[in-house]
Nanobody
Framework: QLQACGGGFVQPGGSLRLSCAVS????????MAWFRQAPGKQRELVAA???????DYAASVEGRFTISRDNAKNTLSLLANTLKPEDTAVYYC?????????????????WGQGTLVTVSS
């Protein structure tokens, strides 16, 4: 089970930290990711991290967002800096068994409930 939190309202240029707690499974051989879905758009990968610490980011957030995980605490975080209005979306944490990052939602079998991030002046 995944439980996400940390969304909210922020002005352009601001920052937010999203967190996701994982329960009921081990962090080993488990890829974790953040996806987002804006109104009228498809769900897209924002960032992902393997249990070994390898990361990948969407081009639109590269250099602004940082994904991290704490395997001992079984938690996932996303630090989002220099936020833009186009970052407005519901953000979901997700997980999949294995060691490879996957880029499509259908490849992930565990999902959190989503947390809304609104970037607006």
């Amino acid at each position: 089970q995944l439980q996400a939190c940390g969304g909210g309202f922020v002005q352009p240029g601001g920052s937010l930290r999203l967190s996701c707690a994982v329960s009921g499974r081990s962090s080993s051989h488990y890829v974790m990711a953040w996806f987002r879905q804006a109104p009228g758009k498809q769900r897209e990968l924002v960032a992902a991290v393997t249990s070994g610490g390898l990361t990948d980011y969407a081009a639109s957030v590269e250099g602004r967002f940082t994904i991290s995980r704490d395997n001992a605490k079984n938690t996932l975080s996303l630090l989002a800096n220099t936020l833009k209005p186009e970052d407005t979306a519901v953000y979901y944490c997700a997980g999949r068994s294995g060691s490879r990052i996957a880029y499509y939602p259908r490849s992930y079998h565990d999902w959190g409930q989503g947390t809304l991030v609104t970037v607006s002046s």
